[in-house]
């Protein structure tokens, strides 16, 4: 008979007295409308980790505003890296979101080589309410499943597990049969974890789906706010990370990402021109450092 755990009482990093993880960040830079590193370093920090960042792009802004600018940084990724392995830095965990091009995978697969034991996690970064982002190419759409087979977790959205997968986009309002469905083909392309976020079925509630080989599917609930903003799915992540890497469980994280970022919008609606800005979480980030209480 297979034992099957519970996300309750799974742990994927332990940690250790004093000790300071080290966590590389494979994500753009965006000089405003916060997502990406502009969310994952502050976050992550909070928790007591050493973030090392890894600019897969810079943008003046986010792809939301009709007019940004965007810089692919791919050429530099390879002797940016080859100096990271002449100083020895050794990381914790390997946190990947948006790219800039289909190369950027393999730098990141680079990254696994030669650092075999660090967690993997991966945001793949597409897209959501069924489209794609504009700087997403069918070939970086493609190369992107790459970074399926292996990952510790993997957090995609009903959008991007469809582009994934190749299963239909039904739109957020879907049963869990259909995300069983989905989770089972991300598993079946080798993720070991896959947290699907975003379901919605009009009730005041915002789901997240949590499963994983030998871990049980759970349903992650809360409140369901009357508006949308960019840069949520990078503050979820962030958030999930953070709290695996304070030693919490699974299912604790996914609660804990979900609570947090939920916090951070009510922050938010109160800021002037909130709905581009991104998520206020800053006066949140207590929220994260206490994680690092016992």
């Given at each position: 008979?297979?034992?099957?755990?519970?996300?309750?009482?799974?742990?994927?990093?332990?940690?250790?007295?004093?000790?300071?993880?080290?966590?590389?960040?494979?994500?753009?830079?965006?000089?405003?409308?916060?997502?990406?590193?502009?969310?994952?370093?502050?976050?992550?920090?909070?928790?007591?980790?050493?973030?090392?960042?890894?600019?897969?792009?810079?943008?003046?802004?986010?792809?939301?505003?009709?007019?940004?600018?965007?810089?692919?940084?791919?050429?530099?990724?390879?002797?940016?890296?080859?100096?990271?392995?002449?100083?020895?830095?050794?990381?914790?965990?390997?946190?990947?979101?948006?790219?800039?091009?289909?190369?950027?995978?393999?730098?990141?697969?680079?990254?696994?080589?030669?650092?075999?034991?660090?967690?993997?996690?991966?945001?793949?970064?597409?897209?959501?309410?069924?489209?794609?982002?504009?700087?997403?190419?069918?070939?970086?759409?493609?190369?992107?499943?790459?970074?399926?087979?292996?990952?510790?977790?993997?957090?995609?959205?009903?959008?991007?597990?469809?582009?994934?997968?190749?299963?239909?986009?039904?739109?957020?309002?879907?049963?869990?049969?259909?995300?069983?469905?989905?989770?089972?083909?991300?598993?079946?392309?080798?993720?070991?974890?896959?947290?699907?976020?975003?379901?919605?079925?009009?009730?005041?509630?915002?789901?997240?789906?949590?499963?994983?080989?030998?871990?049980?599917?759970?349903?992650?609930?809360?409140?369901?706010?009357?508006?949308?903003?960019?840069?949520?799915?990078?503050?979820?992540?962030?958030?999930?990370?953070?709290a695996v890497m304070c030693g919490r469980s699974l299912g604790?994280?996914?609660?804990?990402?979900?609570?947090?970022?939920?916090?951070?919008?009510?922050?938010?609606?109160?800021?002037?021109?909130?709905?581009?800005?991104?998520?206020?979480?800053?006066?949140?980030?207590?929220?994260?450092?206490?994680?690092?209480?016992?």
């Amino acid at each position: 008979m297979t034992c099957v755990a519970n996300p309750n009482d799974v742990y994927l990093y332990e940690r250790e007295g004093a000790y300071i993880p080290r966590v590389g960040a494979v994500h753009d830079l965006c000089g405003y409308g916060k997502c990406s590193l502009g969310v994952a370093i502050p976050v992550l920090s909070a928790a007591g980790c050493d973030v090392c960042p890894v600019p897969t792009s810079l943008f003046s802004a986010h792809t939301l505003y009709p007019e940004f600018y965007m810089l692919d940084t791919t050429d530099m990724l390879s002797p940016y890296l080859d100096a990271w392995q002449k100083e020895g830095v050794e990381l914790d965990a390997v946190y990947s979101g948006f790219l800039g091009a289909p190369e950027q995978v393999a730098s990141i697969q680079r990254l696994y080589r030669e650092h075999p034991g660090a967690l993997r996690v991966v945001d793949p970064v597409m897209g959501d309410g069924g489209k794609i982002y504009p700087t997403y190419t069918p070939e970086l759409c493609e190369a992107m499943k790459g970074l399926v087979e292996g990952a510790d977790i993997l957090t995609p959205n009903l959008t991007e597990a469809a582009i994934l997968t190749g299963i239909d986009y039904r739109g957020q309002d879907v049963d869990e049969a259909f995300v069983e469905e989905n989770v089972e083909a991300l598993l079946a392309m080798g993720a070991k974890t896959v947290v699907v976020k975003g379901v919605d079925h009009g009730d005041g509630q915002i789901r997240n789906y949590v499963a994983g080989s030998g871990i049980e599917a759970l349903e992650v609930s809360g409140e369901k706010l009357p508006f949308m903003l960019h840069g949520t799915g990078d503050l979820f992540c962030s958030s999930l990370l953070a709290a695996v890497m304070c030693g919490r469980s699974l299912g604790n994280a996914v609660d804990f990402a979900g609570r947090f970022v939920h916090d951070a919008m009510v922050v938010t609606q109160d800021q002037p021109e909130h709905a581009m800005r991104g998520v206020s979480f800053e006066s949140k980030l207590g929220e994260v450092a206490r994680l690092l209480e016992a």
